[in-house]
């Protein structure tokens, strides 16, 4: 009868050793895996680009809500005191985790980090099946790895007026055709009208091919798509009259473009990026 006895006294005295030692992880280390392993969730709020509001299903049929911070990146943070750009690229970043959780039609969570199961405050990965939100921030340049100096600048911004930082300058020098010329003296462009290719190497890959403070690359399909639900009118509006205090400048910077051929170049990095016009989308309706 002492065999029985024996046998269960042990299951508390591992019990006991199994909470002293989830008790030191929490005591004496920043974080701990609270909830290792991968969870369905569902969206509450988008708080910033790499804070979001989820209802986590950590047991069956008990959602937990956790405000999760996005592992192993940084963003940029808006101040008065930020230059206008690093501004730009908050909001920027904010819209497309918007956009990415609220059109998300499954979210996945993966090895929950807290430093205290009874708040809210946990660190994560979020998949959703377009892939990792990091992932698409780090991409589009509006996050960065935490191993990265943070006394890095995010951006450079443009002078006003239009006119261009010396640091875009030099990088928009050596990836387009027309550069020097565009910020040097306003050429009249003689001849048929430029393809859309031949304007973005012109003029739009200086600060696109390199997703410059947030400029779509042509191969983006998820930006694009994003700017383009918006209207083609409201897309062409901002590439000839400029957008974001002239982040994106007039017609890109190349002002001896017309609007035929700024339309051609919008063309060119829209289908670029995988998408399939229709014949109105295609279709240039001047609006002068």
Known sequence: MLIPKLQIMRIP???LILISMSLSQNVFSDSFNAYPGKYKATLSE???ANIIHLSVEVWTGYPKQFRITLADIAVP???SETPLCQNVLVQTGFELT????DSAKQIEVN????ENTGKVDAISGIKTEKGQLANALLKRGLARSIKVNAEVPWCVDEIKDAK???SNVNNAQKTTTGFMQEITEVRVHKGANRSGKEVYEYRCQGCHEKNTQGAPMPTDNFAWTQRL???MDVLMDHAMKGYSNYLMPPKGGCRDCNEAEI??????MLESSGIELTQEQRLLVSKK
């Open 164 to 166: 261009t930082s010396k």
């Open 98 to 101: 918007r956009d990415f959780m």
């Open 13 to 15: 005295v591992c019990l």
């Open 77 to 79: 943070v808006a101040s």
């Open 229 to 231: 639900n918006k209207g």
């Open 263 to 268: 339309h051609a170049s919008v063309i060119f």
């Open 46 to 48: 988008v708080e910033a």
């Open 111 to 114: 090895d929950i980090h807290m």
